[in-house]
């Protein structure tokens, strides 16, 4: 079965500053991988995907995610965060077969500092 | 871009009784639509799998009897929970596969569902 750890549950940074959210997932075959976001109240709203091919992905709003097959590993970056980037994060790992259902990590939960 | 409109965004309904969420595709066929329950700081639980003309297929865990699902159309899928309490107070979200296409679903911006 498909799983994703999100290990931080808060992250904390300074506006301007760098950000790296952590994903990890389990999946026997390729995976396709997804990093949502989701402002209070409000649905998810797709940052970038990962399917096949360059293992960097490029998003909206200035987020990059790489591909780590040997670490399992999909994590978010962002050089320099905005407070309006304040929101919930989450990861997806859908199955590459036909089905795709995605699997949902518990979310991050930027908080950003003036 | 496609776009899933859910309504309404928030309700709120008396113990026991029944209220429906919505989800339409707007611009585009979905023949799959998934729903999800969202608690507070947690993350998105599958419920069920919408297949259009076909009965919904419920997650383990899930009372088929509690949450009626219907899908009838190719933009349109419900979501009814029955006999509401205040143990089902949460957040509703639906997402929706285009036809034809397997890799990616759109959300809708979710219902707010409280029972009092």
Known sequence: AQSVTQPDIHITVSEGASLELRCNYSYGATPYLFWYVQSPGQGLQLLLKYFSGDTLVQGIKGFEAEFKRSQSSFNLRKPSVHWSDAAEYFCAVGSSGGSYIPTFGRGTSLIVHP | ?116
């Open chain 2, 1 to 116: 871009g496609a776009v899933v409109s859910q309504h309404p965004s928030r309700v709120i309904c008396k113990s026991g009784t029944s209220v429906k969420i919505e989800c339409r595709s707007l611009d585009f066929q979905a023949t799959t639509m998934f729903w999800y329950r969202q608690f507070p700081k947690k993350s998105l639980m599958l419920m069920a799998t919408s297949n259009e003309g076909s009965k919904a297929t419920y997650e383990q865990g899930v009372e088929k009897d509690k949450f009626l699902i219907n899908h009838a159309s190719l933009t349109l899928s419900t979501l009814t929970v029955t006999s509401a309490h205040p143990e089902d107070s949460s957040f509703y979200i639906c997402s929706a596969r285009e036809t034809g296409r397997y890799t990616e679903a759109f959300f809708g911006q979710g219902t707010r569902l409280t029972v009092v």
